[in-house]
């Protein structure tokens, strides 16, 4: 498999992970990656984050929305 589907893949799996613990559809989770740049996100840190587990990237992932003032819980995005 080649990097850039093993990036997809993860990408795809943080995204039905957020779907889960936000508590949101799939596709409201989408416009939350797209605006804030999640996506380009787990490109460019896929390197380190390829060892690490899906939890330990998704809280990675609620650190990065924190310091770009989102509060998922709050409902602010």
């Known amino acids: 498999m080649s990097k ?3 990036i997809v893949f993860m990408q ?3 995204l ?3 779907s889960e613990e936000w ?3 799939v596709q409201q989770v ?3 990656f797209d605006k804030y740049c999640i996506f ?3 490109e460019d840190c896929y390197d380190v ?4 587990g899906d939890y330990a990237v998704f809280d990675e992932i609620n650190t990065v929305l924190k310091n770009k003032g989102v509060d998922i819980n709050a409902g602010i995005v």
């Open 4 to 6: 850039s589907s093993e």
């Open 12 to 14: 795809v799996r943080l």
């Open 16 to 18: 039905r992970l957020a």
């Open 23 to 25: 508590h949101m559809s």
């Open 30 to 32: 989408n416009v939350i």
């Open 40 to 42: 380009k996100f787990i």
């Open 49 to 52: 984050f390829h060892m690490e």
